[in-house]
């Protein structure tokens, strides 16, 4: 059984007197510890798939189950609970909170999920050793380079253990450098610990990360290739 697998997914939103139809009746499955890389132009659903691939939104039809569950049959707050610990999200614009330390960042997912505060120090160090940053655990987000602040955001993302991480455009405010780093770092911590990742970028350097690259237009799949690395 896929991971995640949506079957016919439509997403429609009204705007004004219109509809925008952001995904046309789509089929995508993702297996447990693939990366897969989602293209495609803006306004090609790209967004919205992500959003429902991460348990942010569901369709409007069609079916989009993780590990089996039909995410449809869930309420917000079971929505809610199942992204924190099964998801982890890594954004362009990093999003972390200023007035916190790269520990405290990290920490803050633990938080939401009760975690005691000594077991969630002693995690956000290793995570942050884990991404080069043991001499930064007590900076704030100011203090550091934009690829210090990707790190941190990435080990934010590690911090419950998610199966999944969800990756929009991770390298787009970094320099070509800074961002293969990234990528590079993404991946080997993806294959050390087994994680599935879905990159959504319009980087072809990014995307040659990824063991398959799914391309959208229009809202549907138009193409899939594999790679072999």
Excluded: W
């Amino acid at each position: 059984m896929s991971l995640l697998d949506l079957k016919g997914i439509t997403k429609e939103y009204p705007l004004g007197p219109t509809t925008v139809h952001a995904l046309r009746g789509l089929d995508v499955s993702i297996d447990k510890g693939e990366i897969v890389a989602i293209m495609g132009p803006s306004g090609s659903g790209k967004s919205t798939l992500m959003h429902i691939l991460g348990a942010l939104d569901v369709p409007t039809e069609g079916v989009a189950a993780l590990e089996g569950t039909d995410l449809q049959s869930l309420r917000e707050d079971e929505l809610v609970t199942l992204r924190g610990r099964k998801v982890g999200f890594v954004f362009q614009t990093f999003n972390l909170i200023q007035t916190l330390t790269a520990q405290q960042n990290v920490e803050l997912p633990m938080t939401f999920l009760g975690v005691r505060k000594g077991d969630r120090a002693e995690r956000a160090r290793a995570l942050l050793v884990k991404v080069g940053l043991a001499e930064r655990v007590k900076h704030r987000p100011n203090e550091l380079s934009g690829g210090e602040r990707q790190r941190v955001a990435i080990a934010r993302a590690l911090a419950n253990d998610p199966e999944i991480l969800l990756a929009d455009e991770p390298t787009g405010n970094l320099d070509s450098e800074t961002g293969a780093a990234i990528l590079a770092l993404l991946k080997g911590l993806c294959r050390d610990e087994g994680k599935t990742m879905i990159l959504i970028t319009h980087d072809p350097d990014a995307a040659a990360i990824a063991d398959r690259i799914v391309r959208l237009r229009d809202g549907r799949v138009v193409e899939e290739v594999r790679h072999d690395h």
